[in-house]
């Protein structure tokens, strides 16, 4: 079994990459389905903000998968672009931030402290990454990359555990962070 990305492998691109094909045959284009998992995701924020966290949860896997269908659908269709790469990379940190901000805000007096926590670590995560990648290498290592935090980010909905939620998205993001950070000095001061 891949262990790299799990959930995506296993449960996002069995349902993405059907429907990609289907796509493929229409004109949406790639870029109108990353708009549409974003728009997923915010409404995901949005239900979380107001303690709807089941349509929460629901709506962040819809935008989960949603998010690796514009991949599949580019593939697909000799699409690819580094503008519609951007694109979906900048719309994933925003995203990341409705959805923890909205969880935080669902109870900002008990949530302020582990929601803030949680953004820090999920941006360092990706920043860590973004970075050894403009450096030149690449550090896919780690616990909690997007597709970890994603799947805590709707257990937490499901089961309502906020506070457990938000810390384990903080407490890994952080831990991921500082291991792609040692990666990333051992791979460059090896090569030179």
Avoid: N
């Avoid at 493929?24 to 303690?51: E, H, I």
């Avoid at 709506?59 to 000799?78: M, V």
């Avoid at 597709?147 to 805590?152: F, G, K, S, Y």
């Amino acid at each position: 079994m891949e262990l790299r990305y799990p959930l995506t492998r296993y449960v996002y691109r069995p349902v993405s990459a059907p429907l990609a094909a289907l796509l493929a045959r229409t004109r949406v284009t790639p870029t109108q389905v990353t708009y549409a998992s974003a728009a997923l995701s915010f409404g995901g924020g949005a239900a979380f903000a107001t303690r709807m966290y089941p349509l929460g949860a629901a709506l962040t896997f819809l935008g989960s998968i949603t998010d690796c269908i514009d991949g599949d659908l580019a593939r697909e269709t000799g699409r690819t672009s580094p503008s519609g790469s951007y694109l979906d990379h900048v719309f994933d940190r925003w995203t990341d931030a409705a959805l923890i901000l909205g969880l935080t805000f669902s109870d900002l007096d008990s949530f302020a402290t582990p929601g803030f926590v949680a953004l820090l670590g999920t941006f360092m995560t990706s920043y860590t990454r973004t970075k050894a990648q403009a450096v030149g290498t690449d550090c896919e290592v780690g616990i909690a990359g997007r597709d970890a935090r994603m799947l805590i980010l709707v257990v937490t909905g499901v089961t309502g555990y906020i506070a457990i939620g938000l810390w384990s998205v903080a407490v890994l993001g952080l831990i991921t962070a500082v291991h792609r950070m040692a990666w990333t000095i051992r791979r460059l001061d090896a090569a030179g």
